[in-house]
Nanobody, 126 residues
Framework: VQLQASGGGLVQAGGSLRLSCVPS????????MAWFRQAPGKEREFVAA????????YYADSVAGRFTISRDNAKRTVYLQMSRLKPEDTAVYHC????????????????????WGQGTQVTVSS
């Protein structure tokens, strides 16, 4: 599975961006999807995830209430709608995919994901 993320950019604090991720190579609905981010000098951290059937979503505490993950299996796309952005949201955002047979175990852990995209830069100015 190859993942292509897009939609990043430069935005002022308080603004919004929508990231998109399009996988190719396999049936999109067969995978749990997630977004992680990595700021310079920091570890990669979980942002949000959505199960293969869109029935359950997960969020990091730092983004809950501001970010929304969704997927459109017909369009083979997963989205991350980011609102009320803060300078600390500045990072490279990566989408990731994993086998849904893993269930809820490790859904917020980077090590649980099998496929990764190159990432898209999000910069929030103060």
């Amino acid at each position: 599975v190859q993942l292509q993320a897009s939609g990043g950019g430069l935005v002022q604090a308080g603004g919004s961006l929508r990231l998109s991720c399009v996988p190719s190579g396999h049936t999109f609905s067969d995978y749990d999807m997630a977004w992680f981010r990595q700021a310079p000098g920091k570890e990669r951290e979980f942002v949000a995830a959505v199960r293969w059937n869109a029935a359950i979503t997960y969020y990091a505490d730092s983004v809950a209430g501001r970010f929304t993950i969704s997927r459109d299996n017909a369009k083979r796309t997963v989205y991350l709608q980011m609102s009320r952005l803060k300078p600390e949201d500045t990072a490279v955002y990566h989408c990731a995919a994993r086998n849904p047979l893993k269930g809820n175990v490790g859904v917020t852990s980077a090590g649980s994901y099998d496929y990764w995209g190159q990432g898209t830069q999000v910069t929030v100015s103060s």
